[in-house]
T-cell receptor, first 116, second 115 residues
Framework: EPEVTQTPSHQVTQMGQEVILRCVPI?????FYWYRQILGQKVEFLVS????????KSEIFDDQFSVERPDGSNFTLKIRSTKLEDSAMYFC??????????????FGDGTRLSIL | AQKITQTQPGMFVQEKEAVTLDCTYD???????LFWYKQPSSGEMIFLIY??????QNATEGRYSLNFQKARKSANLVISASQLGDSAMYFC????????????FGKGTRLSVIA
């Protein structure tokens, strides 16, 4: 069964550095998402992406964050000037082209980001 | 106001027994979808089951079923014949509207299955 792939599985970075989290969505999916989960807390939406542009973003997704689809398969989340509070599990998700709301979002296994 | 409320931080169930995990939701949109995800200790998010607001019947997927009570705005997950591998965090989530809008998650319920 096709799956969403995220790399790396764990990223350790010094505070103030930039990180890029990578995702390969399921190949025929057109809607892409990033979520984050701070340890022990609920999953929070960051940004959604469709047709090569951001379709929706949350309050969390400020100028520190950016997303890009550099080629036909990868979807990246860049975090600039990382802070301690950026430490979290970051999930990429994708869903089908259908315009109805019954399509589940398929999640990758996540990247655990640790800021030191 | 919370869009998704899961009132049980933790639940215990005996192996082979059934367990119900509660979820209530809040929306004024007549079109919405409700989802349950499982998160094992390894961290990945696994889609379990979906219920649409216009669905007439409760959703079922193998040992998972959803007790959908629209008037009460509840979408409880029922796991039958619990197995040790069911021990995990379980998240209820909602998508409002008819487009591929983001999911809003509850805080989750940690289920522990006891042998």
């Amino acid at each position: 069964e096709p799956e969403v792939t995220q790399t790396p599985s764990h990223q350790v970075t010094q505070m103030g550095q930039e990180v890029i989290l990578r995702c390969v969505p399921i190949s025929n999916h057109l809607y892409f998402y990033w979520y984050r989960q701070i340890l022990g807390q609920k999953v929070e939406f960051l940004v959604s992406f469709y047709n090569n542009e951001i379709s929706e973003k949350s309050e969390i997704f400020d100028d520190q964050f950016s997303v890009e689809r550099p080629d036909g398969s990868n979807f990246t989340l860049k975090i600039r000037s990382t802070k301690l509070e950026d430490s979290a599990m970051y999930f990429c998700a994708s869903s089908d082209r259908s315009r109805v709301n019954n399509q589940p979002q398929h999640f990758g296994d996540g990247t655990r980001l640790s800021i030191l | 106001a919370q869009k998704i409320t899961q009132t049980q931080p933790g639940m215990f169930v005996q192996e082979k027994e059934a367990v119900t995990l509660d979820c209530t939701y809040d929306t004024s949109d007549p079109s919405y979808g409700l989802f349950w995800y499982k998160q094992p200790s390894s961290g990945e998010m696994i889609f379990l089951i979906y219920q649409g607001s216009y669905d007439q019947q409760n959703a079922t997927e193998g040992r998972y079923s959803l007790n959908f009570q629209k008037a009460r705005k509840s979408a409880n997950l029922v796991i039958s014949a619990s197995q040790l591998g069911d021990s995990a965090m379980y998240f209820c989530a909602m998508r409002e509207g008819i487009r591929n809008t983001p999911l809003v998650f509850g805080k989750g319920t940690r289920l522990s299955v006891i042998a």
